[in-house]
């Protein structure tokens, strides 16, 4: 034990300082202060009923009813008990204040994998601070995505596996690979996990290359199947997520559309408007070297100090004050995007070793680094360059599954700091003839420094600083002045501001640079040891990224616990909605400004709206058609919309409920049974219709309903006597067979519907309905949510999560007793 402490002790010291680093960049969260992340309120709302279930049961439900009219719990939140990376997970969550876990995660993997490709402890240190820091890793906490930056953060680590694995070091690089993916792929976030195995596929391709080329191809192939082993353990190991996600998938708005849209054949996947709705503009890059080149985010301001449109208003006879609140109202952010959070900043230091890179690497890293990181950028311009982008949306599997493909530059902000410090190894490891190194250092000073330089003097030379939308802002301020002389001078004094912003990140990237080549000549000529110098360019490195981050994530993103928690605190509405004790209705919180898109009606409610980004296609579809520009009154009914929630000013009130009598209640039977041909039909038939008086069946089901032969009993009754989202008990008496219709959302992987404990079939009714031949009599209905893909996916999972554990252990045993060398 302490020969492995001496061994280790810089390592050790190293994460030490990585969890401090990480505690006094968040420091108010030890000042029992939370980060305010607007998607976690937002999940935090959605995941309310399955919470609460869990708490009263001890196990929380597979399906929710909180929002969407109901839906699976699987992209929510869901126990996977047999998952051992469940526990890796949870225990990272317990240890550790949010975002603290996050980022030193974010740092530990990072530097992981730069120890891996032979990278001395600080040069290793520095490398993992510029891939953690990078702005984008930030601003992704900042908003509240945290699965995606989890996800993101065993990046690095699987690569180390691999790289290991790649390396010789079979059992110990495969066990890690299959610990870190399983992590990876627990944290369910597909879309980051789908573009880190494309890097990986790369990478593998010129490892191929690269054996064929020197006649390894067996020890290629024998690391490869190691490599194959521990990807099949990962997904065993996180079978029962996979399975559910990919069943799930189908049924969702990632899935096949079940109706088209105007003069367009039906869809499998996402919309490619919607999915390039976020899309990197081609200009935009600049942001990796400038970080505020386009002005920042879309919250930013033109800073009013100095400010050229202040100075124009103030001369056309506007008082100071005036125009200085007038100044915060325009965008100082330029690019195409309609709302942004921030620029991808990877540091100014990084590029500069990335360009290094390119003089001093001649490797198979290198050029998977720029192939993969080139593929990637040119992915992110989305509709700004749809050449690569349509390729990969209509022919690369899965691919049109996700949206924002802005997404896809994580990539590159992982693989550039590889291509940069691993320039900087061979530098100071005496691999090249120091001339030549020396060389290439001042041709990187000179494009990077020169480009700067160029920058600073004309950056119109580049860039406008307008974007589409300027000249509709000249018209806007036309009208309000009345002026087009004047509108016009404020335009130009706006790209001036703008060019001022840019300008000034411009001159503190080319500082960073020069003071980081400054270190590095210093370091190549022995002026300064090594280890000193390392320590210093990491803290050169530190201080860059920092103060990018702490535009976007900093104190004031911070709020008391106290006051997060009222935002879970019922209005006066929804105390005297809760008053109704009645079982399973739903609310329509109209006093909402999106309706149809909030999550946080479900924390008191079960609410027909919500937001979810993998929604169930059929519910969708039917809000875009019911619901595009008036309330559909009898689809409110059939969904059992017992109150709606409005505005209320009349009284001086914020809001008021009104209590809808015309709502179907849970189930009930209907006389008459409608058979239609295809979606279309079954959508047009419940725009208007009476839903206790018509039922609407697709014709597959026909056969089904028919065999049954239905009738009606108009004394017939059923009641709702217990609820629990998984499992619903009803009780009814008819004295003829006869169709029920039942207030809950058609899903058919999973649910199960029983008559006295005999399992009887149940159909598809008014497009997004369950609806059911019962037999007459009295009996009691049940029925259950009971997914296959969940209960064997927890089996596999068990078995695949002894094997991960097993291997673990065996590579641990074996990496500490060492084969005596033979005497």
């Known amino acids: 034990m302490k020969n492995w402490l001496q061994r280790n002790h810089l390592h050790l010291l190293i994460l030490v300082l990585f ?48 929002m969407f009219g109901g839906m699976p719990a699987f992209q929510i939140w869901v126990q996977y008990p047999s998952n051992v990376s469940s526990y890796v997970v949870n225990f990272f969550k317990a240890v550790f204040p949010n975002p603290v876990d996050t980022i030193f995660l974010y740092l530990a993997g990072a530097y992981l994998l730069f120890c891996v490709l032979g990278l001395r402890p600080w ?46 070091k079979h059992l110990l690089g495969a066990s890690l690979t299959a610990l870190f993916l399983a992590i990876e792929i627990r944290a369910n976030h597909i879309q980051m996990t789908y573009y880190l195995l494309i890097a990986i596929l790369i990478l593998i391709g010129f490892e191929l290359y690269h054996a064929i080329q020197s006649k390894t191809t067996q020890s290629f192939f024998k690391s490869i199947s190691y490599l194959a082993a521990a990807a099949v353990i990962a997904i065993g190991v996180n079978a029962g997520t996979l399975w559910t996600t990919y069943e799930y998938g189908k049924e969702s708005i990632r899935g096949k559309a079940n109706l088209s849209k105007a003069n367009q054949p039906i869809q499998d996947g996402l919309d490619k408007e919607y999915a390039y709705y976020w899309s990197q503009g081609v200009g935009e890059m600049i942001t990796f070297l400038i970080p505020d080149a386009y002005g920042g985010s879309t919250a930013t301001q033109i800073p009013v100090k100095g400010s050229e449109v202040v100075k124009t208003l103030i001369k056309n006879g506007q008082p100071q004050d005036q125009a200085e609140d007038f100044v915060k109202q325009l965008p100082s952010y330029w690019g195409e995007k309609s709302t942004t959070s921030g620029p991808w900043y990877i540091g100014a230091i990084v590029c500069f070793l990335g360009v290094f890179g390119l003089f001093m690497l001649n490797d198979k890293m290198k ?15 989305g509709k700004h360059f749809p050449l690569i982008s349509d390729l990969f949306f209509d022919y690369v599997p899965l691919y049109n599954k996700f949206r924002s493909v802005e997404f896809t530059l994580i990539i590159p902000c992982l693989l550039l700091p590889i291509l940069g410090f691993l320039a900087l190894k061979k530098a100071t ?17 000179y494009i990077v420094a020169g480009f700067l330089v160029l920058f600073l003097l004309i950056p119109t030379l580049f860039f406008s600083f307008t974007s589409s939308a300027h000249p509709q802002l000249i018209q ?14 404020i335009g130009n004094a706006l790209i001036k501001d703008r060019i001022s912003v840019a300008r000034a990140d411009a001159f503190r990237s080319l500082a960073f640079v020069l003071i980081a080549a400054g270190l590095i000549w210093l370091i190549l000529k022995k002026k300064i040891g090594q280890q000193t110098g390392f320590m210093v360019l990491t803290l050169v490195i530190l ?9 976007y994530l900093n104190d004031r993103s911070f709020v008391d616990a106290d006051m997060m928690a009222s935002q879970f605190e019922p209005r006066s509405v929804d105390k005297l909605i809760q008053t109704d004790k009645s079982l399973d209705y739903r609310v329509f919180d109209l006093s909402r400004s999106n309706p149809l898109g909030d999550a946080t009606p479900s924390i008191f409610h079960k609410s027909i709206g919500g937001r979810h980004s993998a929604r169930l296609q059929r519910y969708q579809e039917m809000l875009d058609r019911q619901f595009n520009k008036t309330i559909n009154e009898p689809v409110l009914d059939m969904l059992n919309t017992k109150y709606l929630i409005v505005p209320d000013t009349a009284r001086g009130l914020s809001e008021k409920a009104i209590q809808r009598p015309t709502a179907s209640g849970n189930a009930w039977f209907v006389p008459q049974v409608h058979f239609v041909k295809n979606a279309e039909e079954e959508m047009n038939a419940i725009t208007s219709f009476d839903p206790k008086k018509d039922v609407f069946v697709h014709q597959d089901f026909q056969s089904q309903v028919d065999q049954q032969k239905p009738g009606f009993d108009p004394q017939s009754e059923i009641k709702l006597i217990s609820y629990h989202p998984d499992n619903l008990v009803y009780r009814y008496q008819s004295n003829k067979a006869a169709i029920a219709v039942f207030a809950e959302i058609w899903y058919s992987k999973g649910w199960k519907a029983y008559v006295d404990q005999q399992e009887i079939p149940y159909f598809r009714a008014n497009y997004i309905l369950r609806a059911a031949v019962l037999p007459a009599g009295k009996h ?33 045993v074996l990496s500490i007793i060492k084969p005596k060398p033979i005497a």
Do not use: C
């Open 429 to 445: 490891d005496g691999e090249e003839d120091p001339r030549i190194t020396q060389k290439n250092l001042l041709k990187s000073i």
């Open 19 to 66: 969890l401090a680093i990480s505690f006094i960049y968040l420091s108010p969260v030890l000042q029992d202060k939370v980060l305010y992340q607007g998607d976690v309120v937002e999940a935090q709302a959605m995941s309310k009923e399955i919470m609460k279930v869990k708490a009263e049961t001890g196990k929380g439900p597979l399906w929710t009813n909180s």
């Open 543 to 551: 201080t860059d990224v920092w103060g990018i981050d702490k535009r």
């Open 123 to 168: 040069l290793a240190a520095g490398a993992a601070i510029a891939f953690a820091f990078s702005s984008f890793n930030f601003i992704l906490i900042e908003a509240g995505h945290a699965n995606q930056a989890f996800a993101i953060a065993f990046f690095a680590p699987i690569l180390a596996g691999i790289i290991l694995t790649l390396q010789g």
């Open 780 to 812: 009691e209905l049940i029925f259950k949510f009971e997914p296959k893909s969940y209960y064997w996916g927890e089996r596999i999972s068990l078995l695949a999560s002894i094997l991960l554990v097993g291997s673990l252990i065996a590579a641990l």
């Open 367 to 381: 050029w998977w680094v720029l192939s993969a990181s080139f593929l990637f950028m040119f992915l992110s311009f």
């Open 476 to 489: 806007k301020l036309n009208e309000v002045s009345g002026s087009p002389v004047f509108a016009n001078e």
